[in-house]
């Protein structure tokens, strides 16, 4: 089906949401026809902050609006769906498109696969009818159930539209670019030389990729590392739960913009907590890459200012290689929280691997290279 086809039979005119890889075709199509344009589409920090971005659109004009998400959001949405939208609170319609990650019976990453598994439970579970679009769903069955959705959505209730892997495309052209010039896996191999044998709490997505074929590349142990490979905009609070409890080693925190946005709350309690043998470095590309490159608002504000507002002793931001080398050993040798902001460019080698290790085989090699530390 084509994204613009699915627009067109929703008939809303404001869109809201986090970018989604399976919905990538949706997300170039509305970038293409909006860009960001706060009266028709903002890209939003997570789930449910849309969700309530989209409450506060029908509130002031009536209207239905949509919010797109992979289905890893749903856990984002759950307060808002259960305690602001349901017709037995406000009333609110939204209509939901939710890429399906890990459904069942389709390869997909480790992260993906309960998630999978629940998608359409937890959506019925919240009385929000479902609808599956799949590569071989027709037009007209979207428009009839479309229709349906209608009378629900008349109600004060929700509805859901959940997209498998290849039902979506879209044939239009829309570039991601920035004016940064370091490439994030090469910002990840300056950590990992500085760093040396410390623990590294890595992010969601295609870094926690890079810095695991970064030591591949080195011959290097993978106990070191931690891979977030769910859970997007949680590492930087593992990273301080474990910099907590080892507080004789330095714990490193490789984070991204997108993730920071997502939960930036959590800035605010490692400030307050602000222990001294923890290194947050926030690679910021201004981009949600991993799932297609649709832009971020991290391009925009002061992160430097606003880890220092959290209560961080010592924030910088750095847009080279020269000053990146300075900061990180500088950081290293400092005996206090550090935020390090590095500014990034757009993109990633097409041969990027996955790791070959399970999550699970991850955690205990990470405990117990952990447990050997004082």
Not at 142 to 161: Q, S, Y
Request: hydrophobic content about 40%.
């Amino acid at each position: 089906m084509k994204a613009e086809k699915l627009v067109e039979i929703i008939n809303a005119d404001f869109y809201t949401g986090v970018p989604d890889s399976q919905l990538k075709a949706l997300c170039n199509y509305l970038m293409g026809r909006y860009g960001i344009d706060p009266k028709h589409h903002i890209i939003a920090a997570n789930e449910g902050n849309c969700t309530a971005l989209a409450a506060g659109y029908h509130l002031a004009t009536g209207k239905v609006p949509v919010v797109y998400m992979q289905n890893s959001g749903e856990g984002n949405i759950i307060n808002p769906v259960a305690s602001l939208l349901n017709d037995k609170v406000y009333a609110i319609p939204v209509v939901f498109i939710v890429g399906w990650r890990g459904e069942p019976g389709t390869h997909d990453e480790p992260q993906h696969i309960y998630q999978g598994k629940v998608t359409v439970k937890l959506l019925e579970d919240m009385d929000i009818k479902t609808f599956v679009i799949r590569k071989d769903t027709t037009d007209d069955e979207v428009a009839a159930t479309m229709a349906e959705f209608r009378d629900i959505l008349a109600t004060g209730k929700n509805v859901a539209f959940v997209v498998g892997k290849g039902a979506l495309s879209y044939d239009g052209d829309v570039e991601y670019k920035n004016d940064n010039v370091m490439v994030r896996e090469e910002i990840i191999q300056h950590i990992v030389n500085a760093s040396g044998n410390d623990p590294i709490v890595s992010t969601t997505g295609k870094a926690s990729r890079e810095l695991f074929e970064t030591r591949v590349a080195n011959g290097q142990s993978h106990q070191y590392d931690f891979l977030t490979v769910g859970s997007m905009g949680h590492s930087s609070s593992i990273a301080l739960g474990v910099a907590i409890n080892k507080p004789q080693t330095k714990v490193w925190c490789i984070d991204g913009d997108g993730a920071v946005l997502m939960h930036m709350g959590a800035m605010a309690v490692i400030g307050a907590n602000a222990p001294k043998n923890l290194i947050h470095v926030v690679i910021n590309n201004g981009a949600h890459e991993t799932v297609g490159g649709m832009p971020t608002v991290a391009s925009h504000i002061d992160l430097v200012a606003i880890a220092k507002a959290c209560g961080y002793p010592y924030a910088v931001s750095v847009d080279n290689f020269a000053d990146l080398d300075k900061e990180l050993e500088a950081a290293k040798g400092r005996d206090v929280l550090s935020l390090i902001e590095v500014k990034c460019s757009i993109g990633a080698r097409d041969d990027l691997g996955r790791p070959t290790t399970t999550a699970l085989e991850n955690k205990q090699n990470f405990m117990e290279y952990l447990s050997s530390l004082s």
